[in-house]
């Protein structure tokens, strides 16, 4: 197996992770009606426990600004940067602040166009969100 295929493999698994970990949280946080920013702030708080690059795995990590909001990370090893949503679902996602009424009106099992006419994006916008947030699901809860 070369190195393509395992690094390939373990950011699936890295997705799969952020999946099981923070399906169930997510749920909760919008059944309990909590405000955008604390929601965000639980972002935020994910990446204060980055103890390794998830490029390269190497473990210093320094400070680096912030992008977006977000709080980036950068490795000594490799050079590169990260944040919070790096390898996950949510990376280079933007329109942050519609993000949970977009996530609700997808609980709520709206169409494409009907949770993009309610949240105000574009019908393109809220089917590559659709398509992001539900390959993030189980394949079983998919087709009931």
Known sequence: MDRNAIATRAAAHEQLRFSE???EQL?????SGTPLALCLQAIEDRGKGMHQCPHCGHERLYRHGYGGGLQRYRCRLCRKTCNALTN???A?????????????????????RGAAASVGIHRNTSFRWRKRFGAQQDPAARDE
Not at 27 to 31: G, K, N
Not at 92 to 110: D, I, M
């Open 92 to 112: 280079f996602l933007r329109l942050r602040g519609k993000w949970l009424p977009f996530l609700e009106c997808a609980l709520r099992a709206e169409s494409v």
């Open 21 to 23: 970990l923070y399906s």
């Open 27 to 31: 749920r909760a946080l919008l059944d």
């Open 88 to 90: 996950t679902p949510l």
